[in-house]
């Protein structure tokens, strides 16, 4: 089993609508979720990042942590064309440096 | 947050030869790492580059394959050696921090294609 779950999409979403990317994980001694959007031929580029269980928003961007369950989510609201992008769910232990990142979801919205 | 200039953007090598990809930062890091993002494949760490000493390889990943350089705190190399088609990849350079790396930034990775 991958330390980190992500399902490659693609998912296609309309403009407007509301997007849900999610992860799941197999390590409970991970301790901060990171969201990275990645455009085609460029890098990761961070959106956010939350510490163990809970939610954090920014802007259209909300960022979920489920521990019970190892479960993370991100959802995207309001959706636009220019958030079509490949989005990758990284964790970290703490204490650490390394990231363990899930496979990436490719999101395509539609004007 | 950091600006990583990465060099070449792609390039198109023949078998069994090698490629140094160069990384360059805009200010001084403790922390630079070496990825490879292979398609449908998750990003994959090779390596993090320790400045005056030995870079850190992960399982699967080694020198004699991948030598890695960082004369300073705002440079590192990745060569990537004696090619093989199966080394056609992404290799994405990172800076963050030793310890709770939440905030690693990226480069914007080199393309490259081993005929």
């Known amino acids: 089993q991958k330390e980190v779950e992500q399902d490659p999409g693609p998912l296609s979403v309309p403009e407007g609508a509301i997007v849900s990317l999610n992860c799941t994980y197999s390590n409970s001694a991970f301790q901060y979720f990171m969201w990275y959007r990645q455009y085609s031929r460029k890098g990761p580029e961070l959106l956010m990042y939350?510490?163990?269980?809970g939610n954090k928003e920014d802007g259209r961007f909300t960022a979920q942590v489920d521990k019970s369950s190892k479960y993370i989510s991100l959802f995207i609201r309001d959706s636009q064309p220019s958030d079509s992008a490949t989005y990758l769910c990284a964790t970290i232990r703490s204490g650490y440096s390394t990231l363990t990142f899930g496979k990436g979801t490719m999101l395509l919205v539609s004007p | 947050s950091a600006v990583i200039s990465q060099k070449p953007s792609r390039d198109i090598c023949q078998r069994g030869t090698s490629l140094t990809i160069q990384c360059q930062v805009d200010?001084?890091?403790?922390?630079m790492f070496w990825y490879r993002q292979q398609p449908g494949q998750s990003l994959t760490l090779i390596a993090t580059a320790n400045q005056g000493s030995e870079a850190t390889y992960e399982s699967g990943f080694v020198i004699d394959k991948f030598p890695i350089s960082r004369p300073n705190l705002t440079f590192s190399t990745l060569t990537v050696s004696n090619m093989s088609p199966e080394d056609s990849s992404i290799y994405l350079c990172s800076v963050g921090e030793r310890v709770g790396n939440t905030e690693a930034f990226f480069g914007q990775g080199t393309r490259l294609t081993v005929v």
């Open positions: 200010s001084q890091v403790t922390m």
């Open positions: 939350t510490y163990s269980s």
